[in-house]
Structure formats: C-alpha cells, structure tokens
C-alpha cells in the first residue's frame, strides 16, 4: 500500500493541471484552460456535442479509452483504481429486519453487512453514526452478538430503539456527539465497529478511537469526503502527511461528483439550476459592471420551473440588488452555452475522481496499518449501486 500510495501521489502531483480546478468557474473563461498547453486535446473537447458530452459522463471507460490519445497519462488511471470486489453469497434476513428501509439503501445495507459478517471479530458490534440502526438490526439478527449503535439524533435513537425491541434484537442505542471527548467511553476491546458512508471527519472520529482502544476489527465505507473542520485534508498516514499536495475543501469534493440516482427530473433541474446561475452571472458582468462571480443561495428547485427571468429577480432580492431590463433570452442561452462548457471542461477531470478517492482511501488504510491492523480494500457493492462503494476492513494483528 505504501507503494501504490506513493505512485498515485506522484500521479495526481504531476497531473495537476487536469485535475485541480472547479469546472463551474474555468468555464467563464472563454477558452479552455489546456488551449495552449494541449491544443489538440481542446480541439476534440469543443467537437463534442451535448448528447455526447451525456454519455461520456455516464460511461467512464469508454471516456478514459476516447481521451487516452490526448492524455496519455490516463493508461495509468486502471492500475491506480482497480479493485476486487468482495465475493458474497447473499443474506437471509430475518422477517421484519427491514421495516422501513428504502429499497436502492437497503441493497447497500445488506451489502455492508455481508460484508462485515464474512470475517468477524469480536463478540460484540459498535455501529458507528447508525442513524436508526438498519446495519446493526441486520448484524444482530444474523450472529445475535450485541449491537451498541451510536448516533447523535435522539429522535433516530428513539426509533431504532423501539424497532429493535419490537423484534427482541440485542441493540443498544446510545444517543452522543461523534467529535466529544465522551465518545470514547462507547468503545471496547470486544467489538467490532461498522460504518455505512460515514462522513469525513466521523469517520476520522471513528479510527482514532477505535485505533486507541485497540478494537478487534473496523470495517467502513468512508464518504463525504470535504465534510471536515479544517480548510484542507488533514492526512492521518505519516506517509500521507509527507505528500505536498494540500487538498482543499473544494478538491475533496471532486471524487463525490459522480452520481448515479435521480433519473431524468433530476438532470433536467441541474441543467436549469446551472445554467440560470452561469447565465444570472453574465447578465451581472454585462448590465450592472460585476467583474467577478456572485453566489447565490441555494433555491427550491420547484420555483426552477418559473424560468430565467423569475430566477433572476429572486436572485437580486436574494442579493439586494435592482433587476435591470434586458434580454433576458439571451442571456439565458448564454448560460446554456456555458453550461456545456462547464461540462466539457469537467470530462477531463472525471478520470481522476477515483484516483483522488483512491488517494485518500489509501491514507486511511496506512494509518490503520501503521496502528497494528492488517488491512484490505475492496469494493463491497457495483457502482450502479452507490459511487461510494470502497470498503476498508481492518483486523487488528
């Protein structure tokens, strides 16, 4: 792992100009950010249509494979992104263990917790931020070990509470603060702690007092990647915190945008959403000498359907500003253009979205081995599933 670590490191450092940027800004340029640094790699980005763009975005190899000729570097995307997926046979689940959990996050759950089962350790199971417990209810039906699910809503505790009882399960919940010096007193040396997509820093929670107290095994699927304290990456390996890059807030996002739910409602909003903002922008710069980028709120996507010229007055009361006339027509195409501008510009970077999450994956599993755990990443479900679909587990040696 060390390795791999300092190889994809070396990668993503070098490769820097095709990675490190926000798509939505470097499409207010005109030009493409690689027009004189990669002509011909632009010439091909600007024949692509939108259909074309739609497809790229939902089919990554065949992007790496269309764009390897203008980004040579990309032959080595697979070696740093590859991994096996865990072998499973499915679960029986007892009758009622899946009251109320939605189809698409049950599929995951089951998948988790298979996975979890397949080397246990411990006679006991901590369920790390458990919301109403879906993962441990499967994990006490199955082995009848005792679940403590922590979770900081005590609504969720409430309802996990009572469910559990209702099917006699041995689930304890305790309601706590993940970043509180008092959730350590949660954690013995008999569990084994679970984790379905925690976010960032509870994740990071998770490992530093699993890892002090000594637990037996930790199995998690990390998430949410940017939701952190502080304004950069704080790595956790030695190796890790030897790197030169300093990922930002920002950067730590990119490997959670790629998307796989929501259906055609869902990209029809964003198209709107996106291109009224790029288009509100440019109506800014030209009618009112705005020479930078104004954000705005987040809006309520039903009011998207009252189009461009209702957005941009909500927008201007939103910033306390006077809606001039124009044509607000233009403009909105104009925002359309951009839109796909944005998007072309983003199909460079969507090969290195797993490299980056590789790279922090990788950062985690060295601070565990660093910590006396043997370590083994894999991916516990497909892709179509969940993007977020790594799995660390970790067996203290």
Not at 37 to 53: A, G, K, R, Y
Not at 67 to 72: G, I, Q
Not at 196 to 201: E, M, Q
Request: proline letters at 4%; a negative charge; one cysteine or more.
């Amino acid at each position: 792992m060390q390795n791999q670590f300092k190889s994809l490191d070396q990668f993503l450092t070098q490769q820097q100009p095709y990675w490190r940027f926000e798509a939505f800004f470097s499409c207010l340029d005109t030009l493409l950010p690689w027009t004189k640094t990669n002509p011909q790699l632009c010439d091909w980005l600007e024949s692509l249509s939108p259909q074309q763009i739609e497809c790229y975005k939902q089919d990554n190899a065949s992007l790496i494979a269309d764009l390897t000729p203008y980004l040579s570097c990309l032959e080595q995307v697979e070696q740093w992104t590859g991994l096996a997926f865990l072998e499973k046979q499915g679960l029986t689940l007892a009758r009622g263990v899946d009251n109320g959990v939605p189809g698409r996050k049950l599929e995951q759950i089951v998948s988790m917790g298979e996975a979890a089962l397949r080397d246990h350790h411990g006679t006991e199971w901590l369920e790390w931020c458990s919301g109403k417990g879906f993962l441990g209810r499967i994990l006490a039906s199955q082995t009848q070990h005792k679940v403590t699910s922590f979770e900081f809503q005590q609504m969720l505790c409430d309802s996990g509470q009572l469910e559990a009882d209702k099917q006699s399960l041995p689930m304890e919940f305790v309601q706590g603060d993940a970043f509180s010096a008092e959730a350590e007193n949660v954690f013995n040396q008999q569990q084994h702690a679970v984790a379905l997509h925690a976010c960032g820093d509870l994740h990071v929670s998770l490992l530093n007092h699993a890892t002090t107290k000594q637990l037996p095994a930790i199995t998690f699927s990390p998430c949410c990647y940017h939701l952190v304290e502080g304004d950069v990456y704080q790595a956790l390996s030695a190796i890790g915190r030897a790197s030169q890059l300093e990922l930002t807030k920002a950067e730590l996002r990119i490997p959670l945008q790629e998307t796989v739910t929501g259906g055609e409602r869902v990209k029809r909003h964003r198209i709107e959403e996106m291109s009224y903002r790029l288009g509100f922008d440019l109506l800014l710069r030209t009618e009112l000498g705005f020479d930078a980028y104004q954000p705005v709120p987040s809006i309520k996507k039903s009011l998207l359907a009252d189009g461009f010229k209702v957005f941009c007055q909500w927008a201007c009361e939103q910033k306390n500003l006077q809606l001039p006339e124009a044509d607000f027509d233009h403009y909105h195409q104009l925002g359309l253009q951009r839109y796909w501008q944005m998007e072309r510009i983003s199909l460079v970077q969507q090969p290195f979205r797993r490299c980056l999450e590789m790279w922090l994956v990788l950062d985690k599993a060295l601070f565990l081995a660093e910590n006396g755990y043997q370590v083994e990443i894999s991916q516990f479900c497909s892709r179509a599933m969940t993007p977020r679909n790594i799995l660390i587990h970790a067996v203290k040696v």
